[in-house]
């Protein structure tokens, strides 16, 4: 399995992207300007949980793609910056097990953020 954290560099997050599309089969429709328009928009900081991100590639705190919908592919309006602590609590809880049942303790302030944007985002 690849790992596609690239820093705070939208170019070169973007090219990530592109190879993780295909590798999955999803629809890739962006541009490099909608990922440098996240990227400004975020401010430097986690969707999910504010938490400002770091620019070092695999650290907890990198910044990370979210698909909102993961059975849709990687096209505007479908995807978010979170860091990959987010990205991957969201996967492995909310996608995966789709469960909230056997949380981590370590976890639980991280999925509760999540769980809070996904709830308001659905209504």
């Known amino acids: 399995m690849s790992t596609y954290a690239c820093g705070l560099d939208p170019k070169t997050k973007f090219k990530a992207l592109c190879n993780s599309a295909f590798e999955r089969d999803k629809e890739f429709s962006i541009g490099i300007d909608n990922l440098e328009l996240m990227f400004e928009r975020n401010n430097g900081?986690?969707?999910?949980?504010?938490?400002?991100?770091?620019?070092?590639?695999?650290?907890?705190?990198?910044?990370?793609?979210?698909?909102?919908?993961?059975?849709?592919?990687?096209?505007?309006?479908?995807?978010?910056l979170c860091t990959r602590a987010a990205n991957n609590?969201?996967?492995?809880?909310?996608?995966?097990?789709?469960?909230?049942?056997?949380?981590?303790?370590?976890?639980?302030?991280?999925?509760?953020?999540?769980?809070?944007?996904?709830?308001?985002?659905?209504?």
């Open 45 to 80: 900081r986690c969707t999910y949980t504010g938490v400002k991100f770091v620019n070092e590639v695999n650290h907890n705190h990198a910044p990370s793609v979210d698909r909102i919908n993961p059975s849709v592919g990687y096209v505007p309006g479908n995807l978010l």
């Open 89 to 123: 609590i969201k996967e492995y809880y909310f996608e995966k097990f789709e469960s909230l049942t056997y949380i981590k303790e370590a976890d639980i302030d991280i999925a509760f953020e999540i769980y809070k944007k996904l709830t308001t985002a659905e209504k």
